[in-house]
């Protein structure tokens, strides 16, 4: 760990934030150096949460590998075992029926609808907008019961396997599958206008914590935090998988790099993966779901997928044995949290919380962490509640500025309105 | 959009990695993987990353009989392939260069690789722990075959 640096005349305050919640998949550890409202410096701490997989994963034979890496992230749990099977699929050259490829499709979409508003929810927060939280996350639920419809699970969903599909979706289901995605529909375009329009939106998200193209492209940042830095990587189209080079849909960038950014390629990715979704389920072919796949021949291969959050990226080298002998994983965060130390140096504090928040961390559990004293420097350290609270004064201030009532008095009664 | 990786692309790349005396292991339609001698990686690396738009994706450690294997990932997105260079870090070395100083979205990959198999990348600027707690005994790492549990007290 870095020591505490001392500071123009020794009036650096240090912020941790975290280190970690068991409730939170990803355990992080930030310490911001601030001076004044400026954050002047920031280090990153990960792994205390350490579980292994990747040498676990060698252990487990071919087939249920998937099982374990689908508890990487419940969030992503789809992505994982796809970019895994992928990698296999790729050793064994092995081709997945039309039938399997169009419902992996639908399962990962559906995934990021859910993933997506889950975190225009927890963006709403951030800002103090606590009204945006309950609806986006409402919004959300409908997506997360066709999931269990269709494989049994709101998470870990387990559908995918070596070869194909563990369990074909009846056509039957199909329906139910538009009428939830089409539920989604008007409430994120209501979502969508209301960000777009709000002023206190802008105040707070427009230029703010920017992550410029060129260091976008230092970082290796992938997913919208690339995408909206002017980078225009999305895997689904670049190395297309499954079904994704058979339907028709568009990779949203923008040039900006701001929080602002991030929330639109977030909120316009969720039509189109409403689009995607609705295509995968017209044109899902009848036939078979399983390619039949009995033994892995020696050999290595990559396979990634695009998940919510960016590119998953996982290596396989197989012996021709029952197990992998060597499985490494990349998730999304891995590349993306490190560019906050382009992003965030130099920002207000209060902007801080949403500019981490932007890039999509999975960090919901933070702000539970006890108050700490630094026992180094004795210093009055702020936990992330506090930094929570600066940021939701901060758009108070804004609003009280502006002359404007609260986001859910503005908008309240259009939802409404739209939900009649 | 075609399904196949732009062909004049990749020629002009694996010309590019035999002149530098590279062979190709595996060679599937959108990847493959490239033996490349370990003097030529790191400028290699840098000329396709500048020049040819290439993003590294991760790196890759494997423990293997003679050393370490360092996978090197690079995804060409503009084309639709992925090719991996691997090198061989022989165990009287354990060390590498690394390409943080040009490359900041290395930096924790390289922190992960030397703690978890013990590499050495020369030139990192905070080459310190990631994974392991800051407790962890020196020099055992986790990820090599010879890994025994009761090495890893305190």
């Not at chain 1, 139910?176 to 979502?191: F, K, Q, Y």
């Not at chain 2, 738009?53 to 370490?68: E, F």
């Not at chain 2, 690079?74 to 090198?87: Q, S």
Request: with cysteine; charged share 25%.
């Amino acid at each position: 760990m870095r020591s505490v640096s001392k500071g123009v005349n020794g009036k650096r305050t240090l912020i941790p934030v975290g280190p970690f919640h068991p409730l939170q998949e990803e355990p992080e550890f930030f310490q911001l150096w601030v001076e004044g409202e400026t954050v002047v410096d920031m280090d990153l701490r990960i792994s205390y949460n350490h579980r292994g997989i990747e040498e676990l994963s060698t252990r487990k034979t071919f087939d249920q590998v998937p099982y374990l890496v689908e508890r990487v992230c419940g969030i992503c749990s789809s992505t994982h075992p796809l970019a895994y099977i992928r990698a296999v699929e790729t050793i064994c050259g092995c081709e997945v029926p039309p039938r399997a490829k169009y419902q992996r499709t639908m399962v990962t979409e559906l995934e990021r609808i859910h993933s997506h508003l889950l975190w225009v929810g927890l963006a709403g927060h951030f800002l103090g907008y606590n009204t945006v939280f309950m609806w986006a996350w409402k919004y959300r639920e409908p997506i997360m019961e066709i999931l269990e419809k269709i494989t049994g699970n709101r998470c870990a969903y387990a559908n995918a396997k070596i070869g194909g599909v563990r369990r074909d979706i009846p056509n039957e289901l199909f329906d139910d599958i538009v009428r939830a995605v089409d539920s989604c529909w008007g409430p994120t375009e209501m979502l969508t206008n209301a960000v777009l329009d709000d002023p206190v939106l802008h105040a707070r998200l427009v230029d703010v914590a920017t992550l410029t193209h060129e260091d976008a492209i230092r970082y290796c940042v992938t997913g919208p935090t690339a995408r909206a830095s002017g980078v225009p990587i999305d895997v689904r189209r670049d190395d297309p998988y499954d079904a994704f080079d058979l339907v028709d849909w568009d990779v949203i960038t923008f040039p900006e790099g701001d929080v602002m950014a991030k929330a639109k390629v977030r909120l316009l990715e969720t039509f189109e993966a409403i689009k995607i979704v609705k295509q995968a389920v017209r044109d899902c072919p009848n036939g078979e779901t399983d390619a039949g796949v009995e033994e892995v021949p020696p050999g290595e291969a990559i396979g990634h997928v695009e998940a919510p959050r960016g590119e998953t990226f996982h290596y396989v080298r197989s012996d021709g044995g029952r197990c992998p002998v060597r499985h490494k994983i990349r998730a999304p965060s891995y590349v993306n949290v490190p560019s906050f130390r382009a992003s965030c140096i130099g920002q207000h504090v209060a902007d801080v919380t949403i500019a981490m928040a932007a890039v999509d961390p999975c960090y919901s559990c933070t702000e539970r962490m006890a108050v700490t004293k630094d026992s180094k420097t004795g210093n009055e350290l702020m936990d992330a509640k506090e930094l929570q609270e600066l940021s939701v004064q901060r758009t108070r201030w804004f609003e009280k500025q502006l002359g404007i009532e609260p986001f859910d008095k503005r908008w309240g009664p259009k939802l409404q309105e739209l939900l009649a | 959009m075609s399904d196949t990786a732009t062909p004049s692309v990749i020629e002009r790349f694996e010309t590019k990695l035999c002149d530098e005396h590279a062979i190709c292991e595996t060679r599937k339609e959108r990847q493959g993987v490239y033996s490349v001698p370990i003097a030529k990686l790191v400028p290699l690396l840098r000329d396709f990353i500048s020049n040819d738009n290439a993003r590294l994706a991760t790196i890759t450690g494997i423990d293997v009989r003679d050393g370490t294997e360092l996978l090197y990932h690079l995804c060409f997105d503009d084309h639709k392939y992925v090719a991996t260079l691997k090198v061989l870090v022989p165990r009287t070395v354990d060390a590498m260069e690394s390409i943080t100083p040009w490359l900041p979205g290395a930096e924790f990959i390289e922190r992960e690789i030397h703690d978890l198999l013990g590499i050495d990348f020369t030139g990192h600027p905070r080459m310190e722990r990631l994974i392991l707690s800051d407790d962890w005994p020196e020099g055992v790492y986790p990820l090599r075959r010879g890994f025994k549990k009761e090495d890893a007290q305190p």
